[in-house]
């Protein structure tokens, strides 16, 4: 089994099922992918996320090999490596996911609207839905909270359009249970929210951004269709900053660690900024600029030569100008602080484990590490077991991993659990 479908546990799954054998995917959510699905570009190639992620997406979903299990969690784990016993809770989605052809139609006619998580909030999705165009499987799915039917008996208007009768508000939950020979364990990380840090201005002054929510705005799929847009007047920026480490090496915010990514997203996201726009300029504030691997100094060095991206060895802070609602950098020259206005900020806020991690390492029985990524009692020359024999972990929830890292990782436990599943039938 494998828990977590983004891009570690995809690969360690598609590594199995090649090697001819059986893979549960549990994936939490309605669709795999995990973040990679949301990035518009990766580095350090610049490709498309989602163009080359959503191949394997498909690849899983139809592998004869992979059994993937969309909306579920895993309840209880009991037994030993070569035989775990897994307790599986299969949201219902009140759809019928053998008849729902991913139409879209119920969509269109929902008139319920919330706001868009997977677009981080900065647009609105509708009660029955689609996590995103791409998905796998291409199912919709009704968020209970929110659907008048389901709440509130009133509505009912995506049954009545459905032409394929797909929808069945009586849908219940289901429990079951698998027999497991090794666990893989591959659920990522969660995205800190930088408002509780008042020093950077999150969700006071409105030109302030995550990285995420840029990494939605500059995607052609994104709620603002790919135009980098202030959240106060709808106006293109001419001057971005870019801010890092902002929750990271921080130990008064509790993560004193690299979060391994964000030097390079920012420096990628800064050069994709001049890709939309020819006349803009933006500055990145580094702490130290990490380019350790493979080609990430000559990325670093092409956007400053050839995107004019200006790089200042500086934390910044945010203030605002209260007249046209720029925000403001404080940053440091010399020991000398220095005030510079922008038309968007934009923060690599720090990347922490997820916040149900703590209960996965309880049930499975596998430590974590101070700051509550999964870890291996031996680091240096058995990544990716853990302190339980047959359960292996993956990806960013065994601490800071970028994509090349994670499939990898994933594919580096793939080779140990099946050690595990050749010893358990000898
Ligand atoms: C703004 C930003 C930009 C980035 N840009 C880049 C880039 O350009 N290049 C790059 O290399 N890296 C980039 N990264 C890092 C990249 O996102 C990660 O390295 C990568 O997504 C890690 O993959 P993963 O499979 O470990 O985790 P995830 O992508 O988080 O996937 C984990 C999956 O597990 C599922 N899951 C979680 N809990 C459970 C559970 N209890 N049960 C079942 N399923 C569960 C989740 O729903 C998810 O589908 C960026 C990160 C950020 C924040």
Not at 101 to 125: A, D, M, S
């Amino acid at each position: 089994m494998v828990i977590g479908g983004g891009i570690a546990g995809i690969q360690a799954s598609l590594d199995l099922a090649d090697k001819g054998i059986p893979v549960h995917l549990v994936e939490k959510s309605p669709s795999i992918g995990g973040r990679m699905a949301q990035l518009d570009k990766t580095f350090p190639t610049n490709d498309c996320s989602i163009c080359i992620l959503a191949p394997k997406m498909a690849d899983c979903f139809g592998h004869p090999n992979i059994n993937v299990m969309t909306y579920s969690e895993v309840k209880e784990v009991s037994g030993k490596a070569g035989d775990f016993t897994v307790k599986i809770l299969k949201k219902s989605r009140f759809v019928d996911e053998t008849k729902c052809t991913g139409c879209c139609e119920c969509i269109e006619k929902c008139p319920t609207k919330v706001p868009n998580e997977w677009e981080q909030n900065l647009g609105v999705r509708r009660a029955i839905y689609i996590p995103f165009m791409q998905a796998v499987p291409r199912v919709v799915t009704i968020d209970r909270d929110v659907c008048r039917k389901l709440t509130e008996d009133k509505c009912g208007v995506c049954a009545k359009v459905c032409k394929r009768e797909a929808i069945d508000y009586e849908m219940k939950d289901q429990e079951g249970e698998i027999n497991v020979s090794a666990i893989v364990v591959a659920t990522g990380y969660d995205l800190w929210d930088p408002s509780v840090a008042p020093e950077y201005g999150y969700g006071k002054y409105p030109n302030v951004f995550t990285a995420m929510e840029y990494e939605r705005m500059i995607n052609a799929a994104g709620p603002t269709g790919g135009h980098i847009k202030r959240r106060s007047d709808g106006e293109h920026p001419k001057k971005m900053a870019f801010i890092q480490c902002v929750g990271s090496r921080n130990p008064q915010m509790g993560h004193p660690y690299c979060c391994a990514v964000c030097c390079m997203f920012s420096v990628k996201e800064s050069m994709l900024a001049r890709e939309h726009y020819d006349d803009i300029e933006s500055t990145i504030f580094y702490k130290d600029l990490r380019t350790c691997s493979k080609n990430f100094y000559e990325y670093t060095e092409r956007a400053r030569n050839d995107y004019g991206v200006r790089t200042i060895n500086s934390d910044g802070t945010v203030k605002e100008n209260p007249e046209n609602k720029n925000p403001i950098v404080v940053y440091d020259v010399g020991g000398r602080p220095v005030e510079e206005e922008f038309d968007i900020v934009v923060l690599a806020s720090t990347l922490i484990p997820r916040k149900d991690a703590a209960d996965m390492a309880k049930m499975l029985g596998i430590k974590a590490d101070e700051w509550g990524f999964y870890t291996s009692p031996d680091r240096v020359m058995n990544p990716g077991e853990t302190n339980v024999s047959g359960i292996f972990v993956a990806g960013y929830c065994a601490g800071p991993a970028d994509i090349p890292e994670s499939v990898a990782q994933g594919s580096g436990v793939a080779a140990k659990a099946f050690e595990v599943l050749a010893g358990s039938e000898r």
